[in-house]
């Protein structure tokens, strides 16, 4: 399957969030379910394309397999960067897509957008436990756990962090 890795077109921002959504409902990540209060924010694209970039995996015939949000420094939507680095977030891929290099190709496109940022010298990432997947993908193109950064948004949800060196 041929992937292009592209920007979000603002009519495609519902689409992307239903994806978004219901790649974390469909895993399990979310604590509620369908009435998980961070449901709604996975399905804001438009309000995360306001301060990030907003990125897609379509197939070449225009279908979308998932996307990211993309965080350069200065970027109000990066949760865990410094100063002098990037963050990418809310990485979902279609079930369609699993599996055909989708999610790997969104965060190679973000590995490239911050290499190409001055002053950027790392990528930074925050996951949960459950998303193994994508702990694979990170580690497979040299992201490194970090320890020391983990988090928790609220209490009872504890986050990883990845970085990799730029």
């Known amino acids: 399957m041929d992937i292009v890795i592209r920007q979000a077109l603002a009519a495609e921002y519902g689409t992307l969030g239903e994806i978004t959504a219901q790649a974390y409902l469909g895993d399990g990540l979310l604590t509620f379910g369908e009435e998980d209060p961070y449901l709604a924010r996975l399905r804001d694209v438009a309000g995360r394309a306001a301060v990030s970039e907003i990125l897609v995996a379509a197939r070449s015939d225009g279908q979308l397999l998932g996307g990211v949000a993309f965080a350069p420094p200065g970027s109000s939507f990066r949760d865990i960067a410094g100063t002098d680095e990037a963050e990418f977030r809310m990485l979902a891929v279609a079930r369609e897509g699993r599996g055909r290099g989708a999610g790997e190709a969104l965060v190679r496109a973000c590995i490239e957008r911050a290499r190409a940022l001055d002053g950027v010298r790392r990528l930074v990432l925050s996951t949960s436990d459950d998303m ?29 962090t990845y970085g990799l060196d730029l």
Do not use: Q
């Open 132 to 160: 193994t997947g994508a702990h694979r993908i990170y580690e497979r193109l040299g992201f490194t756990r970090t320890p020391e950064r983990d988090w928790e948004p609220f209490p009872g949800l504890s986050l990883l």
